[in-house]
């Protein structure tokens, strides 16, 4: 379960419009197979939408970097 408060707050900047607001999603960790929560922008630039707004940590220590696409993982 993710926790909220002082520097998550800043994946919800820019959410003043529903467009903008990134989405909460589960994929699998690539080197582990658990799952891990990320944020999604949902609309953006071409090459940023569809990605991770920030990077993610796996309980085994693996980094989901900022901008790489969803796509490229697995869905929990």
């Not at 989405?23 to 929560?37: A, F």
């Amino acid at each position: 379960m993710r926790k909220f408060g002082g520097n998550n707050m800043e994946l919800l900047d820019g959410c003043h419009e529903g467009k903008h607001t990134p989405r909460l999603t589960e994929v699998l960790c690539p080197k582990c197979g658990r799952p891990v929560e990320v944020f999604v922008m949902m609309e953006g630039p071409p090459g940023v939408t569809g990605t991770l707004k920030a990077d993610e940590k796996c309980a085994c220590g693996f980094v989901l970097p900022a901008g790489s696409p969803e796509e490229s993982y697995e869905k929990y």
